[in-house]
């Protein structure tokens, strides 16, 4: 159930996962727990400057709370210390180990296709007319693990309204940074077919739900998670909020994504959260929480039905899962 609040409801230690246990999720990958895997990146930029976001780090921990589930957060050293972010390497701690090859400052945007104001954004012009909020999402990855995270940012919608798509934008298609010429640690294997790419159609996109982050826990977003934007759409899987982008199209035609192209018969495009339909390889009736020990059962749609089911009418849902 999400319940929202006002913007004066305090954040506390029950309300997010713990920041440890999020650093440690690509550990248990190797070990054979979950065996799939989820990420997001890809695109090109020029080899970029220092790493450093903080003059946005005041207007991210004065955002207010607007939404939140009745759960207990993870913890800080959960959610930046367990990632999935195969551009930082195929282990749940490589993102952080490796945070530093990333450098999110200077940053830049590209907004194209089928669009009345398409043009590129460096970070600050991007950010500075938006309404930072704060907002605590379940968020379950297609390995079967979940958490519970306090996300910073803003509606994706109220972005892209911002380049006027026109009728023609049916999609929209999102592209991690890669340059071929300085690629990060993970792009240097063929793990994927770099530049990470993801997609959503054009009412996902729009929807109230979805945002795009550049905080959490009321910081700037860690290299290791996806930094300085990445996307979060909470009833799908994890892997289909893309991290460190630098390139968003507006498309007629359904995007590539990148684990639908590596592995069309493991990942849809929408890979909506759906308990009922199992992944090839392990059942997604039930999660593991970061965090906890014993199982829990997932909820169709992470637990958001009511909101977003209207969005898929008449879909055959064991296909687009």
């Known amino acids: 159930m999400l319940i929202r609040v006002s913007p004066s409801h305090p954040l506390t230690d029950n309300d997010v996962t713990d920041e440890k246990l999020f650093h440690q999720r690509r550990s248990f990958i190797r070990q054979g727990i979950y065996g799939g895997a989820s990420l997001a990146m890809a695109s090109y930029l020029p080899a970029l400057a220092s790493a450093s976001i903080d003059r946005f780090a005041d207007r991210i921990s004065g955002a207010p709370t607007t939404m939140k589930v009745d759960e207990q957060v993870n913890k800080w050293e959960e959610i930046t210390g367990y990632n999935n972010y195969y551009e930082l390497g195929t ?9 530093d090859a990333l450098q999110p400052d200077p940053w830049s945007v590209t907004v194209s296709g089928e669009c009345a104001k398409p043009g590129t954004l460096a970070l600050d012009d991007l950010l500075d007319p938006m309404k930072l909020e704060q907002r605590i999402y379940r968020m379950r990855c297609v390995e079967a693990w979940s958490m519970v995270v306090p996300w910073v940012g803003f509606p994706l919608a109220d972005l892209l309204k911002r380049f006027e798509p026109n009728g023609n934008a049916k999609y929209v298609a999102f592209e991690t940074l890669y340059d071929k010429s300085n690629p990060l640690p993970g792009q240097r294997r063929r793990v994927l077919d770099w530049p990470y790419r993801e997609g959503l159609r054009i009412d996902e996109a729009m929807h109230p739900l979805t945002m795009m982050a550049v905080g959490v826990y009321g910081k700037p977003l860690p290299n290791q998670n996806g930094a300085p934007l990445r996307l979060v759409v909470p009833w799908k899987y994890g892997f289909k909020g893309i991290k460190s982008i630098v390139s968003i199209r507006f498309t007629e035609k359904q995007p590539q994504t990148s684990w639908n192209m590596s592995a069309p018969g493991e990942y849809g495009f929408y890979s909506n959260v759906n308990p009922k339909v ?13 965090g906890e020990f014993l199982r829990r ?4 749609f992470n637990g958001y ?12 849902l064991k296909k687009n899962y």
């Open 305 to 316: 039905e009511d909101q977003v089911a209207s969005l898929y009418s008449g879909m055959d």
């Open 297 to 300: 059962d997932t909820l169709m």
């Open 91 to 99: 282990s749940k701690d490589d993102p952080a180990r490796l945070a």
């Open 278 to 290: 199992d992944h090839p390889r392990w059942s997604q009736a039930k999660e593991r929480r970061i």
